[in-house]
């Protein structure tokens, strides 16, 4: 139990319907008495159940607000403490002054994401389901929000404890034989431990094959919009936006700086960069947009080229398509109800590993297909398998490659027929390496990293 009573306002900022003051600690009791005076009958100690009244100050005995109140004894409530909550209306001031009135009764500001970390020391959650508490807040795709649920609801903590399960198992089998030697033990059977840690190998691998799925629908991705003046950059970006946005002109070098906008594409939060059309110029303002956008197209998870295709192509349509190569690029070509210099097979000679496709961003031609070619870029083949079990956070993806490396060694050293010492040593840290996801191996200064992203209140 911790020793000290938090609170904080758990809405957002701003005005709202609602706004909720959570209080958590062992005088959260002592503070409902103190400020909350109920319409009628006795103050709301009966837990789980909310009640209709006013929060008073103590000291002026003025109303603050009218609220309503619920108390949650411990351990049932989120934090696993003494919870009280005051739904208050939601205006800022009133807010302020509730939670100032709370804090004088003896409660400290929380710190950020304190709440989930209470409910974590106390067992009411492993870490990777705190995590996904915030993971949950931050979704940013229907996909996101599944994947967020399945990790709160713990999927990924029961499979990792039973991979961990199964090491436990090997690692009982070598460590008898560590113990009472070669001669007195059974002789390990090799063939059976080393196909048990080739199946916790598979397993791992497969779970580590689903992140950058997961990464794209947790985070969405980014899709650069790059191209020599004129070519429709901004055109095209109203076009996706369905309004007008960006400033469109006949005038080449319209656009200077970089404007960013997200779109969802089949559930996927795609954010799309409008940039500076790229050509040689002396003008300085242009000249430093025009650095931006290799900035950009450099972080992009897609790079969209987009060719004006009434034109050949230029020299700076040649310098863009030389210096993205590699990259994950959607050829575009522009303007397709104009009569068409460009084809499929002179831009084939230049860029064959791309197929181009046409649209015209001023009549809306070709744009679902090329927002389902984006999708198809980003999302990869096997996306639609809905494995059970998908990575979506970087530290647990670091912990599960460590933990893989340390089963392969261990592997490699039960069926190369070492003596047990080793392999269990390995088999000792893919333990560990697997416990940092579930917060059993993990140390403070991590715990306060991973808390501290969170949300005050949360
Ligand atoms: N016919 C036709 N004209 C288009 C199309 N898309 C854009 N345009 C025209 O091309 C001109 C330039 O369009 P913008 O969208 O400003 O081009 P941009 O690539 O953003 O240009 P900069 O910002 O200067 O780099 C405007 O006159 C648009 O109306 C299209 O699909 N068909
Ligand atoms: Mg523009």
Redesign the pocket.
């Given at each position: 139990m911790q020793e000290k009573t938090i609170a904080a306002i758990a809405t957002p900022e701003g005005k709202g319907g609602i706004g909720i003051i959570r209080v958590s600690g062992p005088q959260a009791e002592e503070i409902c008495r103190a400020l909350f005076r109920p319409k009628k009958g006795n103050v709301p100690l009966e837990t789980h159940r909310l009640c209709h009244g006013e929060i008073v100050s103590p000291e002026t005995k003025t109303v603050l607000d009218e609220v309503l109140a619920v108390f949650m004894k411990a351990p049932h409530s989120y934090t696993g403490e003494d919870t009280l909550e005051i739904h208050c209306h939601g205006g800022p001031f009133i807010l302020k002054n509730v939670l100032g009135e709370v804090i004088k009764t003896g409660a400290r500001p929380a710190e950020p994401g304190e709440f989930t970390k209470r409910a974590f020391l106390n067992n009411r959650l492993d870490l990777s389901q705190a995590e996904a508490v915030m993971e949950l807040i931050e979704a940013q795709s229907p996909r996101g929000l599944e994947f967020a649920l399945s990790h709160l609801r713990g999927d990924l903590s029961a499979k990792t404890r039973s991979l961990r399960e199964s090491l436990i198992e090997i690692l009982a089998h070598l460590e008898t034989s560590i113990d009472f030697g070669e001669d007195d033990a059974e002789p390990l059977n090799i063939k059976e431990l080393t196909e048990k840690i080739g199946h916790v190998i598979r397993d791992i691998q497969g779970i580590l094959s689903t992140y950058s799925e997961g990464k794209i629908h947790r985070e969405g991705v980014s899709a650069v919009i790059t191209?020599?003046?004129?070519?429709?950059?901004?055109?095209?970006m109203n076009r996706l936006l369905g309004e007008k946005r960006v400033?469109?002109?006949?005038?080449?070098?319209?656009?200077r700086d970089f404007i960013e906008e997200t779109v969802s594409i089949q559930g996927l939060p795609v954010t799309f960069v409008?940039t500076?059309?790229i050509r040689d110029t002396r003008e300085e303002i242009e000249s430093e947009g025009i650095a931006l956008v290799w900035e950009k197209a450099e972080a992009a998870d897609v790079v969209i080229i987009?060719l004006d295709g009434s034109e050949d192509l230029t020299k700076e349509d040649r310098e863009i398509i030389d210096r993205n190569r590699g990259r994950t690029i959607a050829l575009v070509v522009?303007?397709?109800?104009?009569p068409q210099k460009l084809t499929a097979d002179s831009l084939r000679k230049r860029i064959p590993e791309v197929e181009p496709l046409w649209?015209?961003?001023?009549?809306g031609e070709g744009i679902p297909e090329m927002k389902e070619k984006i999708h198809s870029l980003v999302v990869r083949e096997n996306g639609g398998n809905n494995p059970d079990i998908i990575v979506t956070d970087l530290r647990h993806k670091t912990a599960l490659e460590g933990a893989l490396a340390k089963c392969i060694a261990a592997g490699e050293g039960i069926s190369g027929g070492f003596s047990p010492e080793l392999p269990s040593l390995e088999i000792r840290e893919a333990l560990d390496h697997l416990g940092e996801i579930l917060g059993v191996t993990t140390t403070e200064e991590v715990l306060d990293s991973i808390f501290s992203r969170f949300c005050i209140g949360k």
């Amino acid at each position: 139990m911790q020793e000290k009573t938090i609170a904080a306002i758990a809405t957002p900022e701003g005005k709202g319907g609602i706004g909720i003051i959570r209080v958590s600690g062992p005088q959260a009791e002592e503070i409902c008495r103190a400020l909350f005076r109920p319409k009628k009958g006795n103050v709301p100690l009966e837990t789980h159940r909310l009640c209709h009244g006013e929060i008073v100050s103590p000291e002026t005995k003025t109303v603050l607000d009218e609220v309503l109140a619920v108390f949650m004894k411990a351990p049932h409530s989120y934090t696993g403490e003494d919870t009280l909550e005051i739904h208050c209306h939601g205006g800022p001031f009133i807010l302020k002054n509730v939670l100032g009135e709370v804090i004088k009764t003896g409660a400290r500001p929380a710190e950020p994401g304190e709440f989930t970390k209470r409910a974590f020391l106390n067992n009411r959650l492993d870490l990777s389901q705190a995590e996904a508490v915030m993971e949950l807040i931050e979704a940013q795709s229907p996909r996101g929000l599944e994947f967020a649920l399945s990790h709160l609801r713990g999927d990924l903590s029961a499979k990792t404890r039973s991979l961990r399960e199964s090491l436990i198992e090997i690692l009982a089998h070598l460590e008898t034989s560590i113990d009472f030697g070669e001669d007195d033990a059974e002789p390990l059977n090799i063939k059976e431990l080393t196909e048990k840690i080739g199946h916790v190998i598979r397993d791992i691998q497969g779970i580590l094959s689903t992140y950058s799925e997961g990464k794209i629908h947790r985070e969405g991705v980014s899709a650069v919009i790059t191209g020599k003046p004129n070519v429709g950059k901004s055109s095209l970006m109203n076009r996706l936006l369905g309004e007008k946005r960006v400033i469109v002109t006949t005038e080449p070098g319209t656009t200077r700086d970089f404007i960013e906008e997200t779109v969802s594409i089949q559930g996927l939060p795609v954010t799309f960069v409008d940039t500076a059309g790229i050509r040689d110029t002396r003008e300085e303002i242009e000249s430093e947009g025009i650095a931006l956008v290799w900035e950009k197209a450099e972080a992009a998870d897609v790079v969209i080229i987009l060719l004006d295709g009434s034109e050949d192509l230029t020299k700076e349509d040649r310098e863009i398509i030389d210096r993205n190569r590699g990259r994950t690029i959607a050829l575009v070509v522009n303007k397709s109800d104009l009569p068409q210099k460009l084809t499929a097979d002179s831009l084939r000679k230049r860029i064959p590993e791309v197929e181009p496709l046409w649209i015209s961003a001023k009549y809306g031609e070709g744009i679902p297909e090329m927002k389902e070619k984006i999708h198809s870029l980003v999302v990869r083949e096997n996306g639609g398998n809905n494995p059970d079990i998908i990575v979506t956070d970087l530290r647990h993806k670091t912990a599960l490659e460590g933990a893989l490396a340390k089963c392969i060694a261990a592997g490699e050293g039960i069926s190369g027929g070492f003596s047990p010492e080793l392999p269990s040593l390995e088999i000792r840290e893919a333990l560990d390496h697997l416990g940092e996801i579930l917060g059993v191996t993990t140390t403070e200064e991590v715990l306060d990293s991973i808390f501290s992203r969170f949300c005050i209140g949360k």
